[in-house]
């Protein structure tokens, strides 16, 4: 935490507004969206509620497509499931890590041909890096399907100087503990369109239509953030700069320190872009390097340091066997190569020089060791 949470804690004790409404919510999604520099903002439970009202929102139902990302957090395209629709995923471009467009239009000319244009195209910002904007626009809006920025771990990034997650139709956010600023767990619906995000607003509170008794017509859910939450999160927002600053920085010692390794390639900034840097991560090439990522990550784990390997692509996880899938090309899987050979390391904003010298120590002995 910041320092400043407790006191708009308190602030909604004190004014008994215990509620999943009132006044810090009001505050919290002005100041996000103002933040961002978009029309509007929805606080909402989690970010995949988010994702999930933005697809009820773009009439997604059952029998539809979504085209999703395929390397992320399952959380991008459970929703998709949600509203029986199917997903289709779409591969990683070398560059970014995120969605490969050359895969979007060789998917989107498909299904064009099939007939069967997706409601959505779900384009995740991956560890605070920003995916291909302009080109992915672009295309998406050759064939009039609307987009929804995932920016769940991008907040703080910019793509182009204008904030991550305000590219497409809609941009969500997520304030689970793990991210880079935190409600405990909260996420945020952000768009230009404030009558869609009225009408988020209608369906994350059971859709109640308006009549003196309970009336409802639609199916609606129980998604609203609660006021003492959205007091965590104003107080978050204001420390949102340093939090990036100290990502960047940690970014920056662990590249400095284990850049030159052969075989250790760092995930670059697209030119352009500002990467809030979630997560460093970068991939080991295991004939230069004389080890796996595999190896590296238990040499790691044996030392106590919890490093990870980047996300299993979607299209490999057995939820979603039998979905389609688009490579980046015809001899490029990007995805399952990243997610073969790349590694997160520790990168929380809190971590003290001597904790992340261990971790650095670490990969530098595993892998003098082994060439
Ligand atoms: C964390 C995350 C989400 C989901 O957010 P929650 O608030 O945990 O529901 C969605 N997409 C990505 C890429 C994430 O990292």
């Known amino acids: 935490m910041g320092g400043n949470e407790q006191k708009y804690i308190n602030e909604a004790f004190k004014t008994n507004w215990i509620a999943p409404l009132g006044p ?10 103002n933040y961002i520099g978009a029309n509007g903002a929805v606080a909402v439970s989690s970010g995949t ?15 539809d497509k979504v085209f999703c990302s395929s390397l992320t957090f399952v959380a991008s395209a459970n929703p998709i499931l949600y509203q029986g629709a199917e997903p289709v995923f779409i591969d990683s471009e070398p560059d970014s890590w995120n969605m490969s467009p050359q895969a979007l239009e060789t998917a989107l000319r498909d299904a064009c041909y099939e007939g069967e244009l997706p409601k959505a195209v779900i384009v995740v910002n991956l560890y605070g890096q920003s995916a291909k904007i302009d080109e992915l626009i672009t295309i998406c809006n050759q064939y009039d399907v609307p987009m929804i920025e995932d920016a ?32 405990s ?6 768009s230009n369109d404030t009558v869609a995000l009225n009408k988020a607003r209608f369906l994350a509170t059971q859709a109640r239509d308006p009549a003196p008794h309970y009336e409802h017509s639609e199916i609606g859910f129980n ?3 609660s006021n003492i939450l959205a007091g965590i999160g104003i107080a978050q927002l204001q420390i949102l700069e340093q939090r ?4 960047r920085l940690i970014f920056e010692r662990y590249y400095h320190k284990l850049a030159h390794i052969p075989g250790i390639y760092f995930m670059t900034e697209l030119g352009n872009t500002c990467s809030n840097r979630w997560l460093t991560t970068f991939t080991i090439d295991e004939k230069e390097a004389g080890i796996s990522a595999k190896l590296l990550l238990d040499s790691m784990a044996e030392e106590n340091i919890e490093a990870r390997p980047v996300w299993k692509p979607l299209h490999m996880q057995p939820l979603f066997k039998e979905v389609r899938y688009y490579s980046h090309n ?8 990243l997610f073969k050979t790349g590694i997160c390391l520790p990168s929380g904003s809190n971590m003290k020089v001597e904790e992340q010298m261990r971790v650095i120590d670490c990969v530098q002995n595993t892998l003098k060791l082994k060439v």
Do not use: C, P
């Open 24 to 33: 810090n919510v009001d505050a919290f999604e002005k100041e996000i969206a």
């Open 49 to 63: 509620a988010a994702i999930h009202l933005a697809l009820s929102l773009l009439d997604v139902k059952k029998g």
């Open 152 to 183: 769940a771990e991008s907040l703080g990034s910019t793509y182009k100087g204008k904030a991550s997650g305000t590219f497409g139709k809609f941009g969500i956010y997520s304030f689970n503990g793990n991210k880079i600023i935190s409600t």
């Open 185 to 190: 767990g909260g996420g945020m619906l952000v």
């Open 223 to 225: 998604y609203r953030m």
């Open 244 to 247: 990036v600053k100290a990502r």
């Open 330 to 337: 015809e001899i490029q899987n990007v995805s399952e190569q």
